[in-house]
Nanobody, 126 residues
Framework: QVQLVESGGGSVEAGGSLKLSCAAS????????MGWFRQAPGKERELVAG????????YYVESVKGRFTISRDNAKNTVYLQMNSLKSEDTAVYYC???????????????????WGKGTQVTVSS
């Protein structure tokens, strides 16, 4: 019923760019906080970026500030993650997540988020 479908992952050379998309269905998208998490082998899942329901508030983990941009188009029920100046340490599976709490956009606790996509692999070669 609830579906979050990521797309746009792939392989890119260090310094390159990639744009991820997440199309949502089965939820009232305009009322949901959206986020992007990532998990690399041997590491904990971390919140990379979050955005409030209206799009006015954002969060970025320190390691991606100035390089990544999260945005949303509520008319298209889609959230995006623009990734620039990619580094090898950005290599991970990236997951789209949705949550009904208004303040969840900065919540790094993955277990608190309501809905998840299946993930998309991003590989950055150096």
């Amino acid at each position: 019923q609830v579906q979050l479908v990521e797309s746009g992952g792939g392989s890119v050379e260090a310094g390159g760019s990639l744009k991820l998309s997440c199309a949502a269905s089965g939820i009232t998208f305009v009322y949901y906080v959206m986020g992007w998490f990532r998990q690399a082998p041997g590491k904990e899942r971390e919140l990379v970026a979050g955005i409030s329901a209206g799009g006015s508030r954002t969060y970025y983990v320190e390691s991606v500030k100035g390089r990544f941009t999260i945005s949303r188009d509520n008319a298209k029920n889609t959230v995006y993650l623009q990734m620039n100046s990619l580094k090898s340490e950005d290599t991970a599976v990236y997951y789209c997540a949705a949550d009904g709490r208004a303040n969840a956009w900065g919540d790094s606790r993955s277990r608190e988020w309501d809905h998840w996509g299946k993930g998309t692999q991003v590989t950055v070669s150096s």
